[in-house]
Structure formats: C-alpha cells, structure tokens
C-alpha cells in the first residue's frame, strides 16, 4: 500500500512591517482552511512566517529586534493557529524567529517547527546556516543581518519519525549546501521541508540576480534527487517593504522533478500527494550509500572549513 | 585581465567491439585537429575511452578482461595521440582502464590523467564511485561489472595547478556524488574534467530510465554552481554494442548554466572560452566557505557510509 501524505506548500506574498501577528496569523489560517478542502494533511508555511523579513533593517535598539520574536511557541498570537490546525487535523511546518532563555542566558535562533495533527510540536530546528553578514554595510540597497541577529542552530539536522514517515527541516540558505540534505539523506529522510526569503537582488554579487529562480529550483532538485526524497520549498514571495523576493514555491519528487510549482507572488497554496515510497528504488540502487558510498575519501568536508590550495589527497 | 581556459569536449560516439586501439585514437586525434582549429587549448575526452565500455560483460577469463586495460601510458598504441597533441599545443584528459603493478601486485584502476601541452602526464586520478555489481548477474539485458573489474581508486580527489587554473577531475558516476564536487571544491578548483559512459536502461530501476538525460545534467549543473567550478562532463554516446547510451555532453559554467551541450549521439566537439576566474564572485559571496560553511554540523557525512535510522543530532 502506498504512503501517500497529502502536501499543500503555502506560499505567502509579503508582510507589511506594519501587518500584526494576528493579521498575519489570519493569513495563515486561510491556508488551513484550503489546504484542508484540498486533502492535505501537512501545510508547510515560509521562513519567519510571522512578519516581515526583519534582517533588511540595521537596528541598534535591541528591544526593537526583540519585536519580531517569538517568546513562546505557541503563544498569544500563534494559539488560533494551532487551534484551527488541530481542529482541521492538519499538521504544519512554521519557520519563526525564537528567543528563548536557557541557563540565564538569551538566545535568538531562526527557526522551525513542525507540528503534529493534534497540534502538539513534535520537532523543532534552527537554522545552521546563517547568510549574510553582521555589521551594518549601509551602502547595500538593503541588508541581510541573520549573522547579527540569530545564533548559529545548535541541533543538527534531525530528522523525525512523523505523519507515517521520515521527516527532515532545513531553512532558507541551507538549501544551497549539499551537506544540508546529505546528513538528512544519512539518516534516511524521506520529506525534507523548509522556507525561505530569498532576494531578487544579491548586492555584493548582482551579476547573480538573473539567475535567483534557476538556482533556487536546481539546489532543491538535486538535494532531493542525490538523496532521494521529496523537498518542499515555501517561498515568501514579492514585493515586501521595498525587496522583491524570488517566490518559486515547489514540491519536488525524490526523481528531481518539480511536481508542483507555484505562479503568483502571492498567498497561494500548492499540493502535492507525495508518495514517501517514491524514493526507495533510487535508495536500493543508484544511491544505495551502503554499497556506494566512499566516506575515507571526503574528509576533507568536516576537516576544512575553508577552501585551501593545498592537496591532501594528491596524485602519487 | 581574464584567465580564459579554451575547451574542447570531444564526445565519442560508440565504439565497436571489434575496434582496435589504434582505430580508435585515429578518431581521437581527428578530435584533437578540429580542437586545434577551434582555438582549444584543451581537450576532454569519455570515461574508457580506448575500448568498448567492456564492464557490460561477464567474462571468467582475466586474460581477456585485461586485454581491455592499458598497461602503459602511453603505450604504443597511444602514442602518436600524445605526439599530435604535443605537436597541437593541446592538453587533454584521457579516460583509460589502468592495469599496473604495485609492490608486485597487479592492480585494474577506472582512471583518467591530465596531460600537458608538452606531452607530459601531469596527474592522475582513479575512480573512486565504482558503480554496478561484482558478481555476474544473468537476468539482466547486461552488466555492469565495474565493482568486479576494478578496485576504488586510491588516490583522492587531486586538483592540479595546470594550464593557469586549479584542475580536477572525476570519471562519470562520481558525478552524481556531492561530494566529489565539495572535496574538490574546498580544493578551490575552477574547472572539473568528467568523461562518462551512462546507459540508457538501468536494469535495476527501469522505471528511471526516462530521467537519464535530466539527472546527468542536474548533477553536473549543481556540482557546478554549489563549488562555483566549470565542469566539462563529455560522454560516450549512441547505440555500443545493443545498449544504447544517454550522451548529453556539455560544458558549464561556475553559475551552474551550461554553455554549450552536443546535439548528436556521434563523435562531436563542443567548444567553449571559460573564464577561470567566473566562480570568484560566488567564492566570494554565497559560496564564501570559510565565513558560511558549518562543519561542525557535517560529521554524518565521514562517520556514516550507509544511510541509518537514528538521529544523532535529535532536537533538544
């Protein structure tokens, strides 16, 4: 029998800076409500889905970087989210900016959860890799402060046991680096899912902007091809604040292949019924890792942060 | 001033059983002049490129396996190819099966050297993702026996200073192998050299045989761009021996594009004037390695070759 899980990847348009919690919670629950009259029974919502993309804006005033954090999760403004999930049976994914207090000390992570049908977190992760930079460079057009603003994640790349399959999360600019779905791969994941804010425009580089959307769809094909599980990428898409972002919401099949794409900048809401079974002959063939793989050969990629001119592994 | 390396991928179409050596480097070499009168001043030749891709046989007799395997390079037979590309000016990457004599010890590599304007063999590399089986396995329309005719290769992922740039290189499965890429590419490599011999049939998992054409360009298109590296992967097409092959040779840029890509299934040469320095303002941004990458969080990828079950790194 196969193990079909219904997938709805809800894109969003933008947040306004001035749009609430609750307004934008209100959003959310919209896509509840079509993704449930679609037969899905997981939504995957973007990263930081709560407000605006606040690492645009230097802020010197800390208490003001604190407002677009969530202190808990749920919390006043997140419960009718829960609610109306669990109440719809739905389980999600909701990237949100964490602030938590751990052995006295506070800390900010970019982060995930991931929801179960009864509305209770079943796992949770923060983004490991942060893009951008953490001073103010006020000639950008805008900046990109998540090296400022949030910790490096400290939870590895789990993966969970959920919804009657192998779940993983990444987040945004981890889908760029292909050790991002390995060590999910490693750990036999079968449905990877992560949102993003992602730019149109790259101020240190602009040479790249034409090619956003092309880059975007090739790193989640071949993270989910190389490791033969499906990948839900949810874009906040549009014009938010000044910034177009790329948008390109898709659900990719463990084949590559991108089998739901979304066509607005909009709150849309895409589905997929994803077959986790869809994997296992690329899993017992192609990408059998036990058979094929040669890990003596690439320690170079946890010993190197760097790149380095040097051959450690030169020709004899 | 731009360091402008010009490459040609000189794919081969079949190449028949009953072939000789020096029939065949007849046609490299006609390779070789056309490059020459495009302006190459490199030129990638397939995977095994001497012979028949021979793995597609069960044979009991090593006299017979061995006659596929060079056991010089050059050797007699391969000679006047480097005496015309030395009379050409032209550097070249020749795929080969290796059969040499260690410690007294006869070992069979899957290799490919890269030999300099001046005829002289600068590197060397030896396969290392050895694809298919090592037993016979007579249900299949045929085999694919390189796990039996060849040992891992031994010596790493090299890269070279050569012909202005950082060389690397690779033979055809690696490529579909992140990793290959990544260890190379924390190596600074700017261009990646692949010859492949891919069937259009994977008798395990035919339901895959439809993608070939997709997966071949998808990797080498991620390799690409996620190291910010030319990859010129060159293949050995059309219909050798009954087993037909997927072709799809081309050449692509740091920016993950490709640049140029062969339209027949026959002997062909594409052409294209790469930029080694393209990949800088990716190193430098997205891809800047020693600010961006997160080892640390890697680990899986060298403690584990099989995919398992457990999370090591589970959420607190």
Redesign the interface.
Known sequence: MPRILTVGAAQLGPIALTETRAQVVERLIAHLREAAGRGCDLVVFPELALTTFFPRWFMDDQAKVDSFFEHEMPGPDTQPLFAEAKRLRLAFYLGYAELTVEKGQTRRFNTSVLVDKQGAIL???RK????GHAENEPWRAFQHLEKRYFE??D??????DALGG?IGMCIC?DR????TY??M????VEMVLLGYNTPVH?P??P??DR?GW??NQ??M??GA??NATWVVGVAKAGNEEGVPMIGGTQIIAP???SVAVAVTEEDELITAACDLDLGK????????????????????????????????????
């Not at 939870?155 to 969970?160: A, T």
């Not at 690439?298 to 004899?316: M, V």
């Open positions: 796992g949770k992760y490991i890799h942060l893009p490096t994640g939870l590895g790349f789990p993966v969970f192998r600019n760029r680096w292909p050790e390995r060590v791969g490693l750990q036999d790259n240190p580089a040479e790249h090619l092309f880059h090739l790193v094909q071949a091809y190389q084949t590559g292949e002959s690329y899993k017992q063939s192609v990408f059998d890792f036990a058979r094929h793989r040669e890990p003596a050969h690439y320690r170079l990629i946890i010993e190197s942060k760097g790149a380095r001119r040097q051959s450690p592994d030169a020709a004899k």
